[in-house]
């Protein structure tokens, strides 16, 4: 018998459900990025260390390039382009804005949906809580400082209108 | 989480208030489409039935290729095709080779022709429909190699029985050659002592941008034209190294850049990659994809400079003012010199570092050893150079009993003698370098380092205090490069702005740039709304560089911290001609008398003396571009469209003396680290650090104070768990993010900022470049670290890179790492 390369999927995807017929050994951030054009969610390493391609499933928050997408059949996924609405951008971006939290912007997307989870789960994260909320996101630009004050300042509501 | 980041208030040296936008950190035009996920990476471009590459990569550091056989790969459903090195040879010329014999002779192409000279080195191209075919496909390309001895040691490549790399250059050397200023024999026999270091060691690592390097490369056959939509960020010399290597003109390539994820230098050489992949664009009549993985950004793109620093001699007054210093120096610019020899003189831009040191003597050699090519990386060769400096001053106080912090004073340069003239000819235009240090130390409380040191030791702990005082050097002389090859016809440097008023008023502004984070967009907004009398808002700022439209010079791009210097300058130039020409065409509209008597504001042209009498920009622009008819002769050459080149005044450097000005300005970067070592394990943590930066006139603090964060966070990651170690294979160990440790949130310290202002002569804004850094969170934690080891024996740091074993190495064996150090009487 041949082996089965390929499955159906059917996954919501941003309040949007999609059925695809993916290749088994397809990454979901490649279906992410390649079948459904949703390249908010980056790819910074081959080894689920760096945290670029983080997205929420299920309610938790994944490193996307360690999932096969054969295996969200059936699940509810948020990525980056969900989080702002009606045309206004989410407290969490708007306090990274407002806190130069992000310089050349790649590690950001992964980095505000695990700040996202953290805040879905703890409203008023300590400090602490908000870098081991994040230890997973790699981001070589800023050393950090600014997204923990940004994560921090967004958990409190103190964001620019 | 106010206690993360304290930043003191009171700028120093600070010229009157500024008006206007710039000098406020005003909200980042950039942001809204990144914390969206509406960038544009590179990645992110598609094309219809672009084809994706994978390269076949050496698993040897050094072979000779004795057959390649891509027959089985070629024939899988879906694989578009291949490239060899013999195609490549056959197809294109070696890029071009900046040094002089033997280093020129090397033959360098985009995959390996015949040899292969590192491990990770790309030797062919498979291209097929998916990304997992390409890679699946890759296997099956058979290559056949005879492998040969690697050569691993800088030092060692240059001795006689070494093997050779390049046969055609028949030597290891690229490039050699020695630096006398001053008078050193005489600074000997003033010198009291003259303290002597066998070894210094300065390690290899990379700043691992996150986004990894990569284009969509399409070819026109209509036009013979390449379109790479890319990252590379300094496409200016970009395609230099490219077009003829290609055997075209440069107006066959066309780069285009939007969104880089990080760049550190680390972008600089792609042209290996990009010329494998106009090849297969065209010989494949199809777009194609390729994007580095992470694993081949580490093993396979570039390095920092690893340097070796030997026989090292500093003479000294018994009051402790140093006299200069003599070194044989020697980097390693792995298996090809892709932007070296460069890194042989770069280091000169800073020769004293921040020390009144006017005797030099360097004898440096740069050789090519089979590891990964290197080249700039943040801090690029200054900060090889001023890790130099600072372990000198610290084992020299070590050894003489000298104060570090009183050590540092008595030898700094003093903000009273700037502009100050380095024993090479460099200009050092501003700063206060004590000020500087004295703002770092009270940041991390030194008045109470005693009591600290007590209270570290009541738990078990050992409590160091650490100075890392830099430079960075900023808008290169590219005529430097003469004084490395008198031949090379390089000199000065540029940089482009364009500003239009449009049809409907709108301000357009191009950029010859590539920002990978640096905020050009908002920057060069503040300085345009500024001069025309209107907000950032009205601005719009092209993301990203295209080629194509003219918009750059030859050395375009965004790289060795000038954005703030020459980017800037060319937006005021093209900004003020425009200002100019609205006012022209305004005062004839308007029958004002003249150019003078009008005002820009708020969007209008007005006459001063008259509110009544404005118009509106959106009538300007319209006038000009769609309703022009009537206007008279004199207004034939207004456009409302302005380029301007800017040029910094620079000489051709001294190729005799290896004497002249190499950068334009230089900012400050002081830092303060306290450390605490555990005394049984080595584990240390850095419990206090300051950043003091000075970088003239700061026309967006926010952006500023978040460049002086990362370039820590890289120096801290470089000074504890980045390196590149090669076993003796020649295979490099950590070749992952998992393998090579960057800081994760939880490994960053506290940092704790605090800046002075000292405004550059040499620029119009009074603004200087500041991006990269010195490295200076290395040199601090190395100080620190010998600091606090003090008690256990007094060993002396005198490698870059000191993990925790490393520092239980010095804790067992205190002797081994003093053995290469003596103090002696002067001659």
């Excluded at chain 2, 622009?621 to 380029?643: K, M, Q, S, Y």
Aim: charged share 20%.
């Amino acid at each position: 018998m041949e082996p089965v390369t390929s499955k159906r999927v059917a996954v919501t995807v941003n309040g949007a459900l999609h059925e695809r017929d993916v290749e088994a050994r397809r990454l979901l951030v490649h279906f992410l990025r390649d079948e459904l054009d949703l390249t908010g969610t980056h790819v910074g390493c081959d080894t689920g260390n760096c945290g670029a391609c983080t997205v929420i499933v299920d309610a938790k928050a994944v490193k996307s390039c360690m999932l096969l997408a054969v295996q969200v059949d059936g699940a509810t996924i948020e990525t980056i382009e969900s989080l702002a609405s009606d045309g206004g951008l989410h407290p969490l971006q708007q306090a990274f804005s407002d806190h130069h939290a992000l310089q050349c912007g790649y590690c950001t997307p992964g980095m505000l949906m695990s700040a996202k989870h953290l805040l879905d789960h703890n409203a008023e994260p300590t400090e602490n809580e908000i870098r081991r909320a994040i230890q997973g996101n790699i981001c070589r630009c800023t050393g950090y400082v600014n997204i923990v004050e940004a994560i921090a300042a967004a958990a409190k509501g103190e964001v620019s209108a | 989480m106010s206690e993360t980041t304290a930043t003191t208030a009171a700028p120093e040296q600070v010229e009157a208030p500024q008006k206007g936008f710039a000098g406020q950190s005003i909200p980042r035009k950039e942001d809204k489409r990144l914390v969206q996920g509406e960038g544009v990476f590179f990645d992110d471009v598609k094309r219809h039935g672009m084809g994706y590459v994978h390269f076949v990569r050496s698993p040897y550091a050094h072979a000779g290729i004795v057959s390649i056989d891509v027959s089985a790969a070629e024939a899988v459903e879906g694989v578009y095709g291949t490239l060899i090195g013999e195609e490549v040879a056959a197809q294109t010329d070696p890029f071009f080779e900046m040094s002089t014999p033997p280093g020129n002779e090397i033959r360098d192409y985009a995959l390996a022709v015949g040899k292969v000279r590192f491990a990770g080195e790309p030797v062919a191209a498979v291209v097929a429909e998916t990304r997992e075919l390409a890679r699946d496909a890759a296997e099956l390309v058979e290559v056949e190699y005879e492998p040969l001895e690697p050569v691993l040691d800088a030092v060692a490549a240059v001795e006689p029985d070494a093997a050779v790399l390049h046969d055609e250059a028949g030597s290891n050397v690229v490039w050699s050659g020695t630096f006398d200023w001053g008078d050193y024999d005489q600074a000997l026999a003033e010198a009291d002592r003259v303290v002597k270091i066998d070894r210094l060691y300065f390690h290899r690592f990379s700043s691992t941008p996150l986004e990894c390097a990569g284009a969509l490369v399409e070819y026109d056959r209509g036009t013979a034209q390449w379109t790479l939509h890319c990252n590379h960020q300094m496409p200016g010399i970009g395609i230099v190294w490219m077009a003829p290597a290609l055997r075209v003109g440069s107006d066959k390539l066309r780069i285009v850049t939007q969104d880089i994820g990080g760049g550190f230098g680390n972008k600089i050489t792609l042209h290996p990659y990009f010329v494998a992949l106009c090849l297969l664009a065209r010989k494949l009549n199809r777009p194609v994809q390729w994007t580095e993985w992470r694993t081949d950004q580490h093993t396979a793109n570039t390095h920092g400079n690893e340097r070796t620093f030997l026989d090292v001699e500093v003479p000294v007054k018994a009051d402790g003012t140093m006299l200069g210093y003599k070194v044989r120096a020697f980097d390693d610019a792995g298996a090809f010199p892709r932007y070296e020899p460069l890194g042989c003189i770069i280091w000169a831009q800073v020769t004293p570092g921040c020390y009144r040191w006017r005797h030099v003597r360097v004898d440096f050699t740069q050789a090519c050893t089979n590891k990964s090519p290197t080249a700039p990386n943040r801090g690029y060769s200054r900060m090889q150079q001023l890790w130099f400096t600072e372990r000198v001053i610290d084992l020299v106080a070590s050894e003489l009993g000298l104060d570090p912090v009183e050590v540092r004073k008595r030898n700094y340069i003093r903000s009273d003698e700037m502009p100050y003239e380095t024993p090479n000819g460099c200009v050092y235009d501003s700063g206060d370098y004590a000020r500087c240090l004295d703002i770092a130390l009270d940041l991390v409380g030194y008045e109470r380092l005693e009591e600290r040191r007590r209270d570290a030791e009541s738990r078990g702990k050992l409590l160091g205090l650490g100075i890392g005082s830099t430079l960075d050097s900023g808008t290169n002389n590219f005529g430097q490069s003469q004084l490395l090859n008198p031949e090379l016809q390089f000199s000065g440097n540029n940089e482009v702005a364009s500003v239009r008023l449009d049809i409907f008023g709108e301000i357009v502004v191009t950029l010859g740039t590539t920002p990978q984070g640096q905020s050009h967009e908002t920057v060069a907004a503040q300085v345009v709304a500024d001069l025309l009398g209107v907000t950032p808002d009205d601005v719009h700022v092209r993301a990203g560089h295209d080629s194509y439209w003219n918009s750059h010079a030859g050395f375009s791009g965004t790289y060795a911290s000038q954005f703030a210097v020459t980017g800037l300058e060319a937006v005021k130039g093209a900004t003020l001609a425009l200002a100019d020409q609205i006012r022209r065409l305004a005062a004839v509209i308007l029958g004002a008398e003249g150019p003078d008597s009008i005002e820009l504001a708020e969007g209008f042209a007005k006459v001063r003396d008259n509110p009544e009498a404005a118009l509106p920009f959106m009538a300007c622009g319209a006038i000009i571009n769609v309703n022009n008819a009537g206007l008279p002769p004199e207004l034939d050459d207004v456009t409302l469209n302005c380029r301007y080149v800017y040029r910094p005044p620079f000489q051709v450097p001294d190729t005799e003396r290896k004497f002249g000005n190499l950068t334009l300005t230089y900012a400050t970067q002081i830092h303060a680290c306290v450390v605490e070592v555990d005394r049984e394990t080595g584990v240390y943590e850095i419990v206090d650090y300051a950043a003091v930066d000075d970088c003239g006139t700061r026309i967006h603090p926010q952006i500023v104070e978040g460049q002086v964060h990362g370039a820590t966070a890289h120096a801290l990651g470089a000074a504890t768990f980045e390196t590149f170690p090669y076993d003796e294979n020649g295979m490099l160990q950590t070749s992952n993010f998992y393998d090579y440790h960057v800081p994760h949130a939880l490994d960053m310290p506290p940092l704790k900022t605090g800046y002075i202002e000292s405004p550059s002569p040499f620029s119009s804004l009074g603004t200087k470049g500041m991006g990269e850094g010195g490295g200076a969170g290395i040199h601090a934690v190395c100080a620190a670290l010998q600091d606090a080891l003090r008690p256990l024996g007094n060993p002396l740091v005198t490698e870059s890179h000191n993990p925790y074993h490393r520092v239980w190495e010095l804790m067992r064996d205190p002797e081994a790492s003093r053995a290469g150090v003596e103090v002696g009487a002067a001659r």
